[in-house]
């Protein structure tokens, strides 16, 4: 198969190209900058920025016939809520959220002409459980799951399948981004909450990119691949959990296995 990779430069964007290309399949990685890309062993590299029309428009048309799409290009940011910077808040949801279904959407109509296509989201945990100073990126990974749900029941009957990932804690992380500045009245809580990886993912640490790689090469390879696939045992730990408990007992939960005092 041809497969479109977002976010391919680093952690699971290459892991996934690697993956793939290993496989047999044709991958098409981009980066909003390609010489982030000339290690990879691939078909093509493109350069495609997911939050502008003419970028995407550019690298579809360069691209060619492509069965398979991989949305993993990703911002992530941490902070309260109260004084998150909005500017931000929006850049996250035009990455991690709007980008996908701007890319999604140019794909659809010929991909529902001729039957057949895979699209494979790169959400998170956090997809579904929302954390403490993560609001801003589980906000935006709540929408792309919604939108993807959505997608299923709207594209399955034209033969385009949509498989939602959702990777746990994964090493090495995303690319790192400036913090902002930190308010002092949720010192505590910043306290407490750094080393959460650590305490769900146990001594050994954070799994490698290379486990959802697989998730994603089976997305694509295998049609009788959920709607949902949790990446990882912190993932499917977090949210087998979720699913047998009210908001409460959640709660009360997370804060025993975290020792949150907050």
């Known amino acids: 198969m041809r497969v479109l990779i977002t976010g391919a430069a680093r952690a699971i964007g290459a892991a996934t190209a690697t993956e793939l290309t290993n496989a047999g399949h044709q991958v098409i990685a981009t980066a909003r900058d390609t010489a982030l890309l000339d290690s990879l062993d691939v078909a093509l590299r493109l350069p495609l920025d997911v939050t ?78 929302a954390t403490p100073l993560e609001g801003a990126y589980a906000g935006s990974k709540y929408a792309l799951e919604a939108m993807s ?52 993912g146990g001594p050994e640490g954070r799994p490698g990119p290379e486990i959802v790689a697989h998730a994603v090469r089976r997305a694509i390879e295998d049609p009788s691949t959920p709607l949902r696939v949790p990446v990882g045992a912190d993932a499917e730990l977090i949210l087998a959990t979720r699913s047998q408990m009210d908001d409460a007992q959640f709660e009360e939960l997370m804060r025993e296995t975290l020792r949150l005092r907050w």
């Open 149 to 200: 749900e959505a997608l299923h029941y709207e594209l399955r009957h034209f033969g385009i399948r949509t498989v939602i990932i959702e990777p746990g804690y994964i090493a090495p992380g995303m690319k790192p981004v400036s913090q902002i500045e930190r308010n002092p009245a949720y010192a505590e809580l910043w306290d407490e909450w750094e080393g959460t990886d650590t305490k769900l």
């Open 52 to 129: 502008s029309e003419s970028s995407i428009i550019e690298a579809l048309a360069r691209a060619g016939d492509i069965d398979a799409v991989v949305n993993n290009a990703a911002q992530h940011g941490k902070g309260p809520l109260e004084d998150y910077p909005i500017e931000r808040l929006r850049q996250m949801f035009e990455t991690n959220a709007i980008g996908p279904i701007r890319l999604i959407q140019h794909l659809v109509k010929s991909w529902r002409e001729r039957g057949h296509g895979v699209i494979v989201n790169i959400s998170s945990v956090q997809g579904r459980v």
